[in-house]
């Protein structure tokens, strides 16, 4: 948002009009024209501090907040009070949301959240109720307030902004989105570190999609938009295409290179209608100087007809630029971008200048052996394995396994330290990774350190029929090592056909190594360490190349990644950062890969998605490149992105690549589509079986068991799992074996196991802990708190959930921030603090569905939604949000939640006393049990049946379900499921029960109390503490009336509305 001052800001004068007049800013009659400013400090929706007013405009006021949950400046867009209560002010709102979060780019406006500011449950304060978006918070100034203040642009000054501003129109337009109200005030120019502008388009609320109900932008009478800014047919009213944002992007283009709009008139409607009927005028009689291609460019830009324009806005600022196409990575000011996306349907490979999509042969670059056997010349393995694969790569005509996935298949494969492979060796590297040319050498330092020649031997081998394509030896000088690996790699590249080096690629190539001799070696040796997985010395080590030579780009490249590995986030950042500035002189496909990690590092989602996405459409064979745009998508949550990107992926030439399918079962995952997860799961256990790729067996059994467990497969996903943590300690992968452990510990107590659960967790938290590993340590101890909720210690269930947010929150890991508010929604609620946890539940639950996309989440946030409004007695909204997640968990094939829920629903029906409907569910939640073979779940479904069959009359059978759900639950270590049972034998005790039966299921009572009462567990002391007084009061005890009294008391003013009623009850 602009930071202008609103002193600053001039109304028209009577019979003057704005340029820049929107004209849907008009207020029906009857309704006010604005509503209250809101007051700095001022709290919205328990979330968002008020820092400052930014600006208002016909929808409302923006204003400057801080985001208290996630510690960060955003921006608030509010409409006025009275029009928020309109459903079609409502509807452009989560309009301008759900088109915003279809366009991921850097030049787009970051939309974040919808939500609702309540002043508080009286008729008074709901009519002044609000909706809200929060959105990037963009400082800086507006395109039409820079041309306001500074006049017209230099072609040199429009181009760069121009280019950026194409790149957001053109994803929008390949996202199937129409802006329709693109205008210079549109435009944020926001200052960059190095000196430039990032143009960001903003203000999607008059967008349209494909697919999307549009009635609000085709109500009787109403023209929407920006009238000097429309094109021809949208103020004529008809239909639109991407050719009409071209046409507005026209209108800002020649704007900012004459400084004037091409139409001029009294009235914004005089100048709408003059472009029906003439010309626009000469751009270079008004500015002179401008070349001729610029003038044609501009008025086919503004041409009447839509077929007559440019196709896309790239093509647009192509044509300016004298149709020569961009190297779009020469200017800071954005990062590269296509440059034709097509203006309705997306293409998700495209075609680049100087890239193909044939695939490119695939070569894997071992480490030379060291046949001295010296430890002092051992650094030069990897130094030769990174000039050697430099060399290879400049130019990108073939593919090199990165040094990461080379370690990783020497070690699944046990490879073989020689330098000449066995011809079954080479076809199982072939089966492993897809290579078709391996090379491999030794070297031999002779002499002195300063006179220490050296002879490097090289061998190149074909893996589908293991002869030898090229042998190579070259001597020389080790202080010559470059010159030698130059002389060689010319050799190779002539023998492979792919063509000299440039001068600027030697110098490219030069720029691999540092130049420093000890800082090459100490190179060498933190990249060792850091495929090692020794993170301290990796720090150790690159630390002090970069201080012998702070202009080396990969060194603080490889810092960085060390740094992350030993979880300094912030000096990780630094170190990313710095690469970053230094990345300009590094190869394109280097530079792009230092450009996306940086994004990644910092958790800008948006930036990173981009530039993963280049990269895959540069090299649309490189299946690393496509799975870190999956996993960027997935992190930023954009879910369906992800999928979309998946399609892509399983196309040739990379289709069959055992990498692609587990992505698709993690990103399936999130989609709440377990079904799909799985098979993606299994064909991924599969593919890497057959490969010998033994460590993503693990991941894939890892994705396979997780997919099996939410499908109700426990046993089986059992099985999977400690599969899973065998083979990751085998090969030495001690995260992947504890976030294993991590899961197998889930599925332990979903089977009623929680104290084996229990050792498990702390096993998986002190290796994540030895790791120094954040993320597993989140994760354990999250988990670790569901447990202890379950357990009955909600006091730690709190401590270490609350731990776990913030751990999180620090992390940038919104998502899995968001969801652990759903878990100390839970807690909260079991502990007693229904306020707190409503906030919560209905905040994440919009958060996952708005936000996220994760209808996973956004079950069991309604679920807990749900058996919260139940504790309250508001039954009619306690339907609503167990019937929704029903809904959700239905769709997603999710057989264990869905008994969750339909139990849930039995006890609802219960509380609305309909007992033969709550039979009906709580039987149906008995089967849906057995069928899993939960035997502990369905014995709490049983005593929800016992208690159904005792309302509707029939205590014989009461007694029967609850006989058999001690049978199931005997033992048990569930502390819900247990109180479910004692506070049934309870109630059947004090309907039906003798003397002996009732004063028995008293000190069972007493004993649930106080474990209640240790827990902290609220709900459970006071449905102990009703049923005590019953059968005191059926006893005949003088004490239980008061003690009814006092409860109902007691739980009317906690919020319990359902329990003060049951003990109003007791008392007639």
């Not at 602009?2 to 029906?28: M, N």
């Not at 000096?571 to 994004?599: I, N, Q, T, Y």
């Not at 943590?725 to 976030?739: F, I, M, P, T």
Request: glycine share 8%; net charge neutral.
């Amino acid at each position: 948002m602009s930071l202008r001052s609103p002193s600053a800001q001039k109304d028209p004068l009577p019979g003057e009009f704005s340029e820049d007049k929107d004209i849907t800013c008009t207020v029906p009659s009857g309704h006010a024209s604005s509503s209250r400013r809101l007051a700095e400090g001022e709290l919205i929706a328990g979330r968002y501090r008020i820092l400052r007013f930014v600006d208002e405009g016909g929808m409302g006021a923006v204003y400057a907040v801080e985001d208290l949950s996630l510690q960060e400046r955003v921006a608030l867009k509010v409409i006025h009070a009275r029009g928020a209560s309109a459903p079609q002010m409502i509807k452009r709102f989560k309009r301008e949301l759900r088109l915003a979060r279809r366009v991921t780019h850097p030049n787009v406006c970051r939309v974040f959240d919808l939500g609702e500011h309540t002043l508080g449950t009286e008729p008074e304060a709901a009519a002044s109720a609000f909706t809200f978006l929060t959105m990037e918070f963009l400082e800086g100034e507006t395109l039409k307030e820079c041309l306001t203040h500074h006049g017209r642009l230099t072609p040199e000054k429009l181009l760069p902004l121009a280019e950026q501003m194409a790149a957001a129109l053109d994803a929008a337009h390949a996202a199937q989105v129409i802006h329709r109200d693109f205008k210079s005030s549109n435009v944020m120019l926001v200052p960059t570190a190095c000196g430039g502008s990032r143009a960001v388009v903003t203000d999607f609320g008059l967008a349209c999609g494909e697919g999307l109900d549009d009635d609000i932008a085709t109500q009787e009478g109403t023209v929407m938009g920006t009238l000097c800014y429309m094109s021809p047919e949208q103020v004529e009213g008809r239909s639109l295409t991407p050719a009409s944002d071209l046409y507005s992007f026209g209108v800002v283009l020649f704007e900012m290179a004459t400084g004037q709009l091409p139409f001029q008139g009294n009235t914004p409607m005089i100048v709408a209608v003059k472009r029906l009927f003439e010309p626009p005028p000469s751009p270079r009689h008004l500015v002179p100087g401008l070349s001729a291609a610029w003038e044609a460019a501009l008025l086919r830009g503004l041409a009447r007809q839509p077929q007559e324009r440019f196709t896309t806005a790239g093509e647009f600022v192509e044509a300016l630029r004298g149709a020569t196409p961009s190297r779009a990575l020469e200017h800071p000011l954005a990062l590269p971008h296509p440059e034709k996306l097509p203006a309705v349907e997306p293409a998700p490979v495209m075609t680049f200048p100087g890239s193909s999509t044939a695939a490119r042969r695939v070569v894997a670059v071992l480490a030379p052996r060291n046949l001295s056997g010296q430890a002092s010349s051992a650094w030069l393995s990897t130094a030769l394995a990174e000039m050697l694969s430099a060399e290879l790569t400049a130019g990108s005509q073939v593919r090199l396994l990165s040094g990461e996935s080379v370690d990783r298949m020497c070690r699944e494969l046990s490879l073989p330290v020689v330098d000449n492979l066995a011809p079954d060796t080479l076809q199982r590297i072939r089966a492993h990774s897809g290579v078709e040319l391996v090379l491999t050498g030794s070297y031999l330092v002779l002499g002195a350190a300063d006179s220490a020649g050296i002879r490097l031997n090289l061998r190149l081998q074909e893996t589908a029929t293991g002869e030898t394509a090229v042998l190579l030896t070259q001597t020389g000088m080790e202080r010559e090592l470059l010159s030698i690996v130059l002389g060689l790699g010319a050799r190779l590249r002539e023998r492979l056909g792919i063509g000299p080096l440039t001068d600027e690629q030697v110098r490219r190539v030069r720029g691999a190594m540092p130049a420093h001799p000890d800082a090459a070696r100490l190179y060498a040796e933190g990249l060792l360490a850091l495929r090692n997985h020794e993170a301290p010395l990796a720090v150790e080590r690159l630390e002090r190349v970069v201080a012998l030579e702070p202009n080396f780009a990969p060194g603080h490249s490889a810092l960085a990644t060390a740094f992350k590995h030993f979880f300094l986030e912030t000096r990780a950042r630094a170190s990313a950062r710095r690469a970053f500035e230094l990345s300009e002189g590094l190869p394109r496909e280097e530079r792009l890969l230092v450009v996306a990690r940086h994004h990644e590092m910092h958790a800008e989602w948006t930036l990173a998605i981009e530039a993963y996405r280049t990269l895959f459409e540069f090299f649309p064979d490189n299946v690393e490149y496509g799975t870190a745009l999956v996993g960027a998508q997935a992190s930023a949550g954009l879910t369906r992105e992800a999928l979309s990107t998946l399609e892509a992926l399983q196309r040739p030439p990379v289709g069959e690549d055992a990498r692609i399918d587990l992505v698709a079962a993690t990103a399936t995952a999130q989609a709440g589509d377990f079904q799909a997860s799985r098979r993606h799961a299994e064909r991924a256990v599969a593919r890497a079986r057959r490969a010998g790729q033994e460590l993503l067996v693990a991941s894939a059994l890892l994705a396979q068991a997780f997919a099996m467990r939410n499908l109700g497969e426990h046993v089986q996903a059992l099985a999977h799992l400690e599969e899973s943590v065998r083979l990751s300690l085998a090969k030495g992968d001690r995260g992947g074996a504890a976030r294993g452990i991590i899961a197998r510990s889930i599925v332990l107590c979903d089977l009623g196991r929680m104290h084996d659960a229990r050792s498990s967790f702390a096993t998986a938290l002190r290796v994540a802990r030895e790791l120094q590993n954040r993320v597993l340590e989140a994760e354990a101890l999250g988990n670790a708190a569901w447990l202890s909720c379950n357990l009955g210690d909600l006091k730690v269930a709190l401590k270490h959930t609350r731990r776990v947010k913030e751990m999180f929150r620090r992390l940038e890991m919104r998502a899995e921030e968001a969801a652990y508010d759903v878990q100390l929604g839970m807690v909260l609620r079991r502990h007693g603090d229904l306020d707190e946890a409503q906030r919560l539940l209905e905040q994440a639950r919009q958060v996952q569905n708005i936000v996220f996309g994760d209808e996973y989440t956004e079950a069991w946030a309604s679920y807990e939604l749900g058996l919260l409004y139940l504790d309250r007695g508001e039954l009619t909204l306690a339907r609503r949000w167990l019937e929704r997640a029903l809904v959700l968990r239905q769709a997603q094939g999710m057989r264990l939640f869905i008994a969750e829920t339909v139990l849930a629903l039995a006890g609802l029906e219960l509380d609305s006393r309909r007992p033969l409907v709550a039979l009906a569910q709580a039987e149906r939640a008995c089967a849906l049990y057995a069928e899993q073979r939960h035997l502990t779940m369905q014995g709490r479904a049983q005593a929800v049946r016992a208690q159904a069959l005792l309302a509707g009359g029939e205590p014989q059978r009461a007694r029967e379900a609850l006989a058999r759900a001690r049978e199931l639950t005997a033992h048990n270590e569930h502390v819900l499921i247990t109180s479910e049972v004692v506070l049934t034998e309870a109630r059947v005790a004090l309907r039906t029960g003798t003397p002996e039966e009732r004063q028995a299921a008293a000190r069972e009572l007493h004993a649930l109390g106080l474990q209640a009462a240790r827990g902290e567990m609220l709900g459970v002391r006071l449905e102990v503490r009703l049923l005590q007084a019953e059968l005191a009061l059926v006893g005949g005890e003088t004490r239980a009336t008061a003690e009814l009294r006092s409860l109902e008391a007691e739980a009317g003013r906690l919020g319990y509305r359902a329990l003060a009623l049951k003990a109003g009850a007791a008392l007639e």
